[in-house]
């Protein structure tokens, strides 16, 4: 049984399963004597029944009626962004273009899931691990199981604080409401991993935490960041096409709502910028000149951990998976 394994987590264990027919499907067991567990797989069945979008993976059937939920999903063979970003001695595969490209589909999902479904739907846990690749690096957003959905007259919810440490809006910790813009928070933090090839936590030397989102946006700010940046992306886009996509993370950052975009934005944008040489808002930077790019013969360390000043802040709260 141990061989089908496909991943472990909060929510239980996800298993390679094979129907009459020879199709591949992925199996998630619930955890056996965890009643909120159990809630979450009802819920995310209910979230999933309003989902019809290319990248989001489909729920295929449930078995609700045994002692151990079983969810039937479509079988996603490439693994998640995060073991291509983050897997134990790999060096990521993927290039820039297919990277903009994973952001363009997962963003365009999550302004689906706000906008277009008859109910709008919040992730919760947008990350790398819940997004899968298939066979041509397709993305699909996956794990509902902390999903809500919002009704129209409602801006947000309010909820215990849920998340993954490094994705949770600051707003929403400060607050307890949860909205649309929480998921965009953890987008953003999603796309500076795929221009960094950085984990969102970093441990140094003195058993303290740096904060990934922070330390990007000190780079940015100070003209720094091409220190921050992975290799291959270097490499691989030009100067106005990276100091785009920073900035558009960056906003994706801001620590207050209303100065974030929306998905639906953020999707547009990075389509723009994925099939255009130019575009308004790099137009825009290069007239104020090329500053965010010109500490590349700077020679402090480029590494990035323990001499920036900016502390994660520790968070007190429920760590789900």
């Given at each position: 049984m141990e061989s089908h394994i496909l991943g472990q987590g909060g929510a239980g264990t996800v298993y390679k399963g094979i129907l009459p027919d020879k199709s591949i499907v992925a199996i998630k067991?619930?955890?056996?004597?965890?009643?909120?567990e159990i809630g979450h797989f009802i819920n995310e069945v209910v979230v999933l029944s309003q989902i019809n979008h290319r990248n989001v993976v489909k729920l295929l059937g449930c078995c609700l009626e045994t002692r151990?939920?079983?969810?039937?999903?479509?079988?996603?063979?490439?693994?998640?962004?995060a073991h291509h970003l983050h897997g134990e001695g790999r060096k990521s595969s993927l290039s820039l273009e297919c990277r903009l490209r994973i952001a363009t589909e997962v963003a365009g999902a999550l302004g689906y899931l706000h906008s277009a479904t008859s109910v709008p739907i919040i992730h919760r846990d947008v990350k790398p691990s819940n997004i899968l690749l298939d066979e041509n690096h397709t993305a699909k957003v996956s794990d509902f199981g902390t999903s809500r959905l919002v009704p129209f007259n409602q801006k947000g919810l309010e909820s215990l604080i849920r998340g993954t440490f490094g994705y949770v809006d600051p707003e929403y910790f400060l607050t307890g409401m949860f909205t649309d813009k929480s998921d965009v928070y953890g987008f953003g933090?999603?796309?500076?991993?795929?221009?960094?090839?950085?984990?969102?936590v970093v441990?140094?030397?003195?058993?303290?935490?740096?904060?990934?989102?922070?330390?990007?946006?000190?780079?940015?700010?100070?003209?720094?960041?091409?220190?921050?940046?992975?290799?291959?992306?270097?490499?691989?886009?030009s100067p106005e096409l990276l100091v785009a996509v920073a900035e558009l993370a960056n906003r994706c950052l801001s620590l207050k709502w209303e100065e974030r975009p929306t998905m639906k934005e953020v999707a547009m944008e990075l389509e723009g910028l994925r099939t255009s040489s130019k575009h308004p808002r790099v137009e825009k930077i290069e007239k104020e000149g090329d500053h965010l790019l010109m500490a590349a013969e700077s020679s402090t360390s480029g590494t990035f951990g323990e001499g920036d000043s900016s502390k994660d802040i520790m968070l007190s709260f429920d760590i789900s998976r």
């Open positions: 067991k619930s955890r056996i004597s965890d009643d909120g151990v939920p079983l969810l039937v999903y479509e079988f996603v063979p490439n693994g998640s962004l933090v999603v796309l500076v991993e795929l221009l960094t090839g950085e984990k969102p441990p140094t030397k003195s058993m303290e935490f740096t904060n990934l989102a922070m330390q990007f946006g000190s780079h940015v700010k100070e003209g720094r960041l091409l220190k921050i940046l992975e290799e291959r992306v270097l490499q691989e886009g």
